[in-house]
């Protein structure tokens, strides 16, 4: 079946960090990806969707500048968190689609821990 | 806008026995998917079933089926047999058929119900 790579699977870094996450989807051309964040317990908010080779359409409340998504090719996305603090620590999971009728395939997650 | 509701936050099962969680959705559209998502410790999403709004039959897959009462916008899922590897939090969600509006087409998710399986 369809597979998703999100990497790294764990960070761990100092606060004032940018840390970058990477989507890859491995046998298919995922034409639109989206990026979760959840908190413990919690449900998943969607954070932005991306369609490849346009700008990410973010959600009400989630930092244009402060998450960076880009989405340059048909199997890539990646979410850069900008200078990191301990409030962005959190797990974020990445989804990607081939076509808008198609099944939505999910990353493994990240868990980035700011100290 | 479409919301998707789980009133059981938590639920508990008997190993081999059958347990049904549920779901509710608002919607205003007449065609859309609903789906449930296993999450399970490791916290990989994984699709458990899918129903098109259109179709009236009940998806079923191995032990899971789900009961989709389209006019009561219920959504609710079985599980029979379970098993101690079904324990996990179960999230219902809601995606439109059609890109009204310019959607996305983005999953909506329920809060989720965590199900613990009892050997």
């Known amino acids: 079946g369809a597979v998703v790579s999100q990497h790294p699977s764990r960070v761990i870094c100092k606060s004032g960090t940018s840390v970058k996450i990477e989507c890859r989807s491995l046998?298919?051309?995922?034409?639109?990806m989206f990026w979760y964040r959840q908190f413990p317990k919690k449900s998943l908010m969607l954070m932005a969707t991306?369609?490849?080779?346009?700008?990410?359409?973010?959600e009400q409340g989630v930092e244009k500048d402060k998450f960076l998504i880009n989405h340059a090719s048909l199997t890539l996305s990646t979410l850069t968190v900008t200078s990191a603090h301990p409030e962005d620590s959190s797990f974020y999971i990445c989804?990607?689609?081939?076509?808008?009728?198609?099944?939505?395939?999910f990353g493994d997650g990240t868990r980035l821990s700011i100290l | 806008a479409q919301t998707v509701t789980q009133s059981q936050p938590e639920m508990s099962v008997q190993e081999a026995e059958t347990v049904t969680l549920s779901c509710t959705y608002d919607?205003?559209?007449?065609?859309?998917?609903l789906f449930w998502y296993k999450q399970p410790p490791s916290r990989q999403m994984i699709l458990v079933i899918r129903?098109?709004?259109?179709?009236?039959q009940n998806a079923t897959e191995n032990r899971f089926s789900v009961n989709f009462q389209k006019a009561a916008k219920s959504f609710s899922l079985k599980i029979s047999d379970s098993q101690l590897g079904d324990a996990a939090m179960y999230f219902c969600?809601?995606?439109?058929?059609?890109?009204?509006?310019?959607?996305?087409?983005?999953?909506?998710f329920g809060k989720g119900t965590k199900l613990s399986v009892k050997p």
């Open positions: 989804s990607a689609r081939q076509g808008y009728n198609q099944p939505q395939h």
């Open positions: 046998d298919f051309q995922a034409t639109t």
């Open positions: 991306s369609n490849e080779g346009s700008k990410a359409t973010y």
């Open positions: 919607t205003s559209e007449s065609d859309y998917y």
């Open positions: 129903q098109e709004a259109y179709k009236q």
């Open positions: 969600a809601y995606r439109s058929y059609m890109n009204y509006g310019g959607s996305q087409g983005n999953l909506i």
